[in-house]
């Protein structure tokens, strides 16, 4: 599943191909699960002859910004979404393995739509986007494909991105909107879920899927399963700092994963044990001998760990006076993830960012990308 740096990196695509240009014409296909809240003619209206004034992310979910009245396009990616852009192959998450795209189908499969960009005149950048004219008698086209193989993405298009659903359900992003550790540590050592299903949870930490939870744990020293209430002062710094080591090194890179650093986990947890993964050297141990590594079933995903270096810590080792004891029931969480939410909003987890700072913390962070 594509997570925060594979989602920022199609933002990057979307700022660096589109963003300026008028959409001049969209293509696109029906599908009734996919287009939420609209239907595929509805987007095509609601887009078509608009400029793109700019493409941000918050947690996994991506949007643009388009000049003109209207709404503007939200996309929740999924397992398989991605974009791609014509002449050009997709790119995934992560490509070992995977079958070759064929970049001279156009449209590609699993098209849901295709928006068709041209330049416009500077000068008319900030007039009515219905009014924009291209420039020149023959401007070169940008054609930009969101596809989506197993039609698990969601296609929105809201008024006001950051204040309304699905962004306005989720918790802090790693980048954009990181609370203090005091705050973090509150909102972790009162639940008694594994850490790894609080971790995934999109209304605690937006972004964070099952590789860079797994990825945090282990630089972090944390066992999957350890439960929040049992954790240590010391060991939630340590999840804290790597929540935002994580995510940031993996976007400076890119989200290209050959690039990662060769001490990642994410290197060698594919397979389980079948493949060497994406590295043809084991993970090695600060003590040079090969890593065990193991896999359990956490939160519902399929969790990798270091058997050497990530322990399971008993209850009563860590400092529990604001710990939440877990119910009769066996309650293990109080948040709800992004995937299953109706759309309204749940009650709002103690880490979750307010639409006021959350709109501030990226305002700060596009005019940091302007100097």
């Avoid at 710990?323 to 109706?342: I, K, R, W, Y």
Wanted: glycine residues 6%.
């Amino acid at each position: 599943m594509p997570e925060l740096p594979e989602v920022e990196r199609a933002a990057k695509v979307l700022r660096d191909m589109a963003k300026g240009k008028r959409i001049e014409s969209v293509e696109t296909f029906e599908d009734a699960i996919v287009f939420s809240g609209t239907t595929h003619e509805g987007f095509k209206n609601a887009v078509i002859g608009r400029v793109v004034a700019d493409a941000q992310r918050y947690g996994k979910v991506l949007y643009m910004t388009l000049g003109g009245k209207g709404k503007h396009p939200v996309l929740h990616f999924g397992m398989t979404g991605v974009l791609q852009v014509r002449g050009n192959a997709p790119t995934y998450y992560r490509e070992n393995g995977r079958k070759k795209a064929n970049v001279d189908e156009w449209p590609p499969r699993f098209t849901k739509f295709v928006l068709r960009l041209v330049p416009v005149d500077a000068t008319e950048a900030s007039s009515s986007a219905n009014s924009l004219t291209a420039v020149g008698d023959s401007p070169s086209p940008t054609e930009i494909a969101f596809l989506d193989p197993r039609r698990l993405a969601r296609i929105r298009l809201c008024s006001s991105p950051l204040t309304e659903a699905p962004i306005s359900e989720l918790g802090f992003d790693p980048i954009l909107s990181m609370p203090p550790l005091e705050t973090f540590a509150a909102a972790v050592h009162k639940r008694s879920c594994p850490i790894k299903a609080l971790l995934l949870d999109q209304s605690f930490s937006a972004g964070v899927g099952n590789w860079v939870a797994d990825e945090i744990l282990y630089h972090a020293r944390v066992h999957p399963e350890q439960r929040c209430n049992t954790l240590s002062n010391e060991q939630i710094k340590e999840i804290y700092e790597k929540t935002i080591y994580v995510p940031r090194t993996a976007v400076d890179v890119n989200a290209d994963d050959s690039l990662f650093p060769d001490n990642w986990l994410f290197k060698h947890r594919w397979g389980k044990g079948k493949k060497k993964g994406n590295s043809d050297v084991p993970l090695l141990l600060p003590s040079g001998e090969a890593a065990t590594i193991k896999w359990v079933t956490v939160g519902g995903r399929t969790s990798a760990f270091v058997v050497e270096l990530q322990f399971m810590r008993k209850k009563g080792q860590a400092n529990l006076e604001s710990a939440e004891v877990e119910d009769d029931a066996g309650n293990e969480s109080d948040l709800t993830p992004l995937e299953e939410s109706s759309g309204e909003s749940s009650k709002p987890a103690s880490t979750r960012v307010s639409p006021r700072k959350r709109k501030a913390c990226l305002v700060l962070t596009s005019q940091a990308r302007l100097h």
